[in-house]
């Protein structure tokens, strides 16, 4: 009874002091905080107030762009906390899209002739449901202090942005479009006089599949009218995913986007799912692709061991998409549409990849943006300290907490986890 009422004596000590810790979240809350003190209490010593989160909720970075002339010009989208610019390799960033339509960004690109123009695609292409969705692409003439809305309203996830070098009036926009319905501005967009009117390519590409869109493209840095890109196929409710179809793939263009070829030699029969891409700069003809695919055998197998079989993983190209190696095996867990990017940034010898299920990932050579990528850290924890407005739309409806969400990947395992 005596620790009874010691209990209830101490309760109105701790409101007071959780009392006081909610006022120490004002405006003082940055200032250095005196140790804690703890009760001797017998009864009531041993608990200790703990961080139970938010932790990094929506800091995640979903696009890096910089000058190749001056790496430390760099531009960051986060997932959906808006885009940031540094002029001083991260030392300060500003926020420059606060006041549009969109804080989910799936990519952004600065124009190397015109550091002005600044292109910012609306809508990360990651396919959680956590993610936001955006409202087509902007562009700034400006260097970002202001946008104008170029249109693609209805592709609702951008997976990529690729600018002409020398004509600033040629962009291509891969739009993997809405996860969560059919149909909208989905799959791979051309304008040639700087925004204002858009074509989608659509020859020998999987245009008229309305659940199929574009997720990767990537440009020969030697050659603007050869390009490669990556179609997925993508259908999510607030507690599944189902990831692939048999109309995605890679396709690659050398005339502009006027005619395309799907690459088959060498990679994965049957449905695909995310597709990462990169070229290497060094020599264009080596092609890098991360490739979710349906054979996904577990780890430490006979069959997962056997590179005769090819399935989801990394493949290698030298000559340009025409035949490609299986080089490195997924090793299986969740999907490898939770890897925001895939394959990134390679040179003639190695890949950066973002997935954690990769086996012996190696780090690939400097290059300017690569560089920006390592200060985009600092736009992370910028993004995530900042007060955040609430996106054009999340994609959380209908999944309350501890429900149950389920990721269904092309090999048809499933991947069960409580959402919190």
Same mark, same amino acid.
């Given at each position: 009874?005596?620790?009874?009422?010691?209990?209830?004596?101490?309760?109105?000590?701790?409101?007071?002091?959780?009392?006081?810790?909610?006022?120490?979240?004002?405006?003082?809350?940055?200032?250095?905080?005196?140790?804690?003190?703890?009760?001797?209490?017998?009864?009531?010593?041993?608990?200790?107030?703990?961080?139970?989160?938010?932790?990094?909720?929506?800091?995640?970075?979903?696009?890096?762009?910089?000058?190749?002339?001056?790496?430390?010009?760099?531009?960051?989208?986060?997932?959906?906390?808006?885009?940031?610019?540094?002029?001083?390799?991260?030392?300060?960033?500003?926020?420059?899209?606060?006041?549009?339509?969109?804080?989910?960004?799936?990519?952004?690109?600065?124009?190397?002739?015109?550091?002005?123009?600044?292109?910012?695609?609306?809508?990360?292409?990651?396919?959680?449901?956590?993610?936001?969705?955006?409202?087509?692409?902007?562009?700034?003439?400006?260097?970002?202090?202001?946008?104008?809305?170029?249109?693609?309203?209805?592709?609702?996830?951008?997976?990529?942005?690729?600018?002409?070098?020398?004509?600033?009036?040629?962009?291509?926009?891969?739009?993997?479009?809405?996860?969560?319905?059919? /149909?909208?501005?989905? +799959?791979? *967009? $051309? !304008?040639? @006089? =700087?925004?204002? #009117?858009?074509?989608? &390519?659509?020859?020998? %590409?999987?245009?008229?599949?309305?659940?199929?869109?574009?997720?990767?493209?990537?440009?020969?840095?030697?050659?603007?009218?050869?390009?490669?890109?990556?179609?997925?196929?993508?259908?999510?409710?607030?507690?599944?995913?189902?990831?692939? /179809?048999?109309?995605? +793939?890679? *396709? $690659? !263009?050398? @005339? =502009?986007?006027? #005619?395309?070829?799907? &690459?088959?030699?060498? %990679?994965?029969?049957?449905?695909?799912?995310?597709?990462?891409?990169?070229?290497?700069?060094?020599?264009?003809?080596?092609?890098?692709?991360?490739?979710?695919?349906?054979?996904?055998?577990?780890?430490?197998?006979?069959?997962?061991?056997?590179?005769?079989?090819? +399935?989801?993983?990394?493949?290698?190209?030298?000559?340009?998409?025409?035949?490609?190696?299986?080089?490195?095996?997924?090793?299986?867990?969740?999907?490898?549409?939770?890897?925001?990017?895939?394959?990134?940034?390679?040179?003639?010898?190695?890949?950066?990849?973002?997935?954690?299920?990769?086996?012996?990932?190696?780090?690939?050579?400097?290059?300017?943006?690569?560089?920006?990528?390592?200060?985009?850290?600092?736009?992370?924890?910028?993004?995530?300290?900042?007060?955040?407005?609430?996106?054009?739309?999340?994609?959380?409806?209908?999944?309350?907490?501890?429900?149950?969400?389920?990721?269904?990947?092309?090999?048809?395992?499933?991947?069960?986890?409580?959402?919190?």
């Amino acid at each position: 009874m005596k620790r009874l009422r010691s209990l209830r004596a101490m309760l109105p000590i701790a409101a007071l002091t959780l009392s006081w810790t909610l006022m120490a979240q004002g405006p003082g809350a940055n200032q250095p905080q005196a140790p804690a003190s703890y009760s001797s209490d017998p009864l009531i010593q041993s608990l200790k107030w703990r961080n139970i989160g938010n932790a990094n909720l929506v800091g995640r970075i979903s696009s890096v762009d910089a000058l190749e002339n001056d790496f430390a010009h760099v531009i960051v989208g986060s997932a959906s906390g808006g885009v940031y610019k540094s002029v001083n390799a991260g030392v300060t960033w500003t926020p420059i899209f606060d006041n549009y339509g969109s804080a989910s960004i799936g990519d952004v690109r600065i124009n190397q002739k015109d550091p002005n123009i600044i292109w910012v695609g609306t809508g990360e292409e990651c396919g959680r449901n956590s993610a936001a969705w955006g409202d087509g692409i902007y562009k700034s003439t400006d260097g970002g202090k202001t946008f104008t809305h170029m249109g693609l309203k209805e592709s609702y996830n951008i997976g990529s942005i690729l600018l002409h070098p020398t004509d600033p009036n040629i962009v291509y926009v891969a739009a993997i479009g809405s996860i969560y319905k059919k /149909g909208g501005e989905r +799959g791979f *967009f $051309k !304008t040639i @006089d =700087g925004g204002k #009117t858009w074509t989608e &390519l659509s020859n020998n %590409l999987p245009a008229n599949d309305e659940w199929t869109g574009a997720i990767e493209a990537r440009m020969d840095p030697t050659n603007p009218n050869v390009i490669y890109v990556g179609f997925w196929e993508r259908k999510r409710t607030a507690w599944n995913l189902d990831s692939g /179809g048999p109309n995605g +793939g890679i *396709f $690659k !263009t050398t @005339d =502009g986007g006027k #005619t395309f070829k799907k &690459l088959t030699k060498g %990679l994965p029969t049957g449905k695909t799912g995310k597709i990462g891409l990169a070229i290497a700069r060094s020599n264009p003809k080596v092609v890098m692709a991360h490739v979710e695919a349906e054979f996904q055998p577990a780890p430490n197998t006979p069959d997962f061991n056997d590179m005769t079989k090819i +399935g989801a993983g990394i493949y290698r190209s030298e000559d340009g998409g025409e035949t490609w190696t299986f080089v490195n095996r997924y090793t299986g867990g969740r999907s490898t549409t939770t890897t925001s990017r895939s394959a990134r940034s390679t040179t003639r010898r190695r890949i950066t990849t973002t997935s954690p299920s990769i086996a012996r990932p190696t780090v690939g050579r400097r290059s300017p943006r690569r560089a920006a990528a390592v200060v985009a850290v600092a736009a992370a924890e910028a993004a995530a300290s900042r007060p955040r407005r609430r996106p054009a739309a999340a994609c959380t409806a209908g999944t309350p907490s501890g429900s149950i969400r389920t990721t269904r990947n092309v090999s048809g395992s499933a991947a069960t986890a409580a959402w919190r």
